[in-house]
């Protein structure tokens, strides 16, 4: 009761946080293939307050919002998106009544009372078909044609934090449709998924990486970069990221546009791939 006080004092001095909702909630993701369940998929959450990053079937604490929630996930070939809707909770209603239209600005402004559905399925498809069966893939600058192959390599230097490190280069299967890219690779050691939207030829790749044997150890990626040559290359630098945002390893990404499909490269068997 004195918590509530304390709130509409606040409220009527010019704001309070939430009166009765919270700014995060967990929600759980899965993925399937038809009717059966796909297990190990890489998936992203993204709306307009974050970017958050948990393999299927798991469970990730994101930050509410107003805006739709895009999650999208990748496995092997397999790629599939959903974007679901936040929804006006009872919170929203009892800050409308308690604290009146600034308690129900509060609220809208900060997604404390607003939720997504606790729980999401994606559906799986190959990665091509996936692209062109929703409405969210929308037409940009970049559209390759069908009969080319994206083609994506990664360059990292030496950890900053281990004196035995090497740089080591990689090679990713890559995805282009419309203006949404997306960037995978997977080998007996780790598992990456870079991903991003390309506007205005600008790309920005969020991404994450696991090591297979222990997926709690994951490092993220970011990259920002454009596109040249008329939308056939995109050239990025980036920064692999510990769990503390530190930058570990100084990087470059380049993704070019040929009629050729690559060919299957072996992974490099140092274990640099991953955070170390």
């Known amino acids: 009761m004195l918590k509530m006080s304390a709130c509409l004092t606040a409220l009527l001095l010019g704001g309070c ?6 700014h995060q909630q967990p929600v759980s993701v899965q993925t399937t293939q038809g009717s059966e369940i796909i297990s190990g998929a890489s998936c992203t959450l993204s709306n307009d307050a974050g970017k958050w990053f948990v393999k299927s079937p ?20 397999l ?24 308690g129900y600005a509060v609220d809208r402004n900060s997604g404390a009372g607003f939720d997504y ?19 969210n893939y929308q037409p940009a600058a970049v559209r ?5 192959r994206w083609r994506a390599m990664m360059s990292c230097g030496v950890n900053r934090y281990f004196n035995d490190s090497k740089p080591f280069h990689v090679s990713f299967i890559a995805e282009v449709n419309g203006d949404r890219v997306t ?11 870079l991903s991003g939207v390309v506007r205005d030829r600008q790309l920005v790749l969020d991404g994450v990486g696991y090591r297979l044997q222990a ?28 769990k503390t945002g530190q930058s570990t390893r100084t990087c470059t990404l380049v993704m070019v546009l040929t009629d050729v499909e690559p060919q299957a490269q072996k992974a490099p068997a140092s274990a640099e791939v991953a955070a170390k």
């Not at 390759?144 to 080319?148: F, G, I």
């Not at 920002?224 to 990221?241: A, C, V």
């Open 17 to 22: 946080a939430s009166i009765t909702g919270t």
């Open 58 to 77: 798991g469970s990730v604490i994101i930050k509410k919002s107003t805006g739709d929630l895009l999650v999208e996930c990748a496995r092997d070939d």
């Open 79 to 102: 790629a599939g998106f959903e974007t679901v809707v936040s929804k006006a909770n009872t919170n929203v209603w009892g800050n409308l009544l308690l604290g009146g239209i600034i």
């Open 117 to 135: 559905p606790g729980a999401v399925t994606v559906r799986l498809e190959q990665a091509r078909s996936a692209a062109t069966s929703g409405q």
């Open 144 to 148: 390759p044609e069908d009969r080319s």
């Open 183 to 193: 960037l995978h690779r997977k080998n007996k050691v780790a598992e990456e998924v």
């Open 215 to 242: 997926p709690l150890g994951s490092w993220t990626y970011k990259f920002d970069g454009q596109f040249t040559r008329n939308g056939r290359i995109y050239s990025g630098n980036g920064d692999m990221l510990a």
